[in-house]
């Protein structure tokens, strides 16, 4: 990959594209001070996607029904994984990105991936042909997704920020949009292109429109892509993303005799019951 310089150079402590897994960068020390996207589900949901959150203990998720990221602590403890295992209960799925220790070993583990983190503090400019997506259109966005695969897309993905689309002939076959939103920045996500238009350039200019609008309200773009999706990191490398950190996504499936943890009453307000901290 000739042209994604950036991604040469690994930070200290960072896995390669191919290898599996590493349980990624040790424990920050006291006097360190973290910064959102060092674990953007958890500022997300701790700041402008507080409403979208439920938690257990010190465990917070999405909503299920708008995207399947769940926020570890920094340090979690067994009673961290079975707070984990309450809120998805017995053989249900736990996405994760940014973690630092491995799940139990009796979880199961369904996917793993090295990926990469992507900022950008490029001038982009808005995309005529664009048109802001809503809930009357989820049906079509869920058609195209699954046509194209781009990562997870929910009913209510959509509620989380502004997502554009282009359309031929009637039919939307490109879009993009805001995922996370930790603090001072927001992640784009879901951009995908139908194979009938492949090669238009289309992909860029959606990025490119949806970075625009992050900007325009004073915020900073960023985000992710796997490690081994050169052709990806090259378009935003295009339009002026470069290499924050390196990270890791992984899918694990909770134990089908797990069940709610014992002493969940020990972790003070709040902990070991499910609480839908927005409306």
């Known amino acids: 990959m000739p042209e994604a310089t950036p991604l040469r150079t690994n930070p200290p402590g960072a896995g390669t594209a191919n290898h599996s897994v590493s349980w990624a ?25 507080a409403h979208f ?22 340090d979690p403890d067994a009673q961290d994984w079975a707070d984990v295992a309450a809120l998805a209960g017995p053989g249900g799925s736990v996405t994760l990105t940014a973690f630092r220790e491995p ?11 090295e990926g990469v983190q992507l900022v950008s503090e490029a001038d982009t400019a808005p ?41 031929r002939a009637g039919i939307l076959v490109a879009m993009a949009g805001e995922r996370l939103h930790p603090p001072g920045w927001t992640e784009i996500s879901g951009v995908c ?26 915020e ?9 999706n050169t052709s990806a990191i090259r378009l935003y490398e295009s339009i002026g993303f470069t290499l924050r950190r390196r990270t890791s996504f992984l899918s694990v499936t909770v134990p089908a005799d797990s069940g709610p943890p014992a002493d969940a009453e020990t ?8 609480e839908h901290v927005g409306r």
Do not use: C, K
């Open 25 to 49: 960068t040790g424990p920050r020390t006291g006097a360190e001070r973290p910064h959102p996207l060092d674990n953007p589900v958890r500022a997300a949901l701790t700041g402008p996607h």
């Open 53 to 74: 959150a439920e938690r257990r203990g010190r465990i917070l998720r999405y909503r299920p029904d708008v995207t399947p990221w769940l926020a570890l602590p920094d």
């Open 103 to 113: 799940p139990p070993a009796e979880w199961e583990v369904v996917f793993q991936a």
């Open 127 to 167: 995309d005529p042909e664009t048109v802001v997506l809503g809930p009357a259109d989820v049906p079509e966005m869920l058609d195209l997704v699954e046509r194209t695969r781009p990562g997870p897309f929910l009913p209510r993905t959509v509620e989380l920020g502004t997502y554009l689309g282009i359309r």
């Open 193 to 218: 292109t139908d194979g009938s238009v492949r090669g238009q350039g289309l992909a860029t200019r959606l990025v490119g429109a949806v970075a625009h609008g992050i900007r325009e309200r004073g």
């Open 220 to 228: 900073t773009p960023f985000l992710h892509a796997a490690a081994s």
């Open 267 to 274: 972790r003070g307000p709040g902990a070991g019951s499910l």
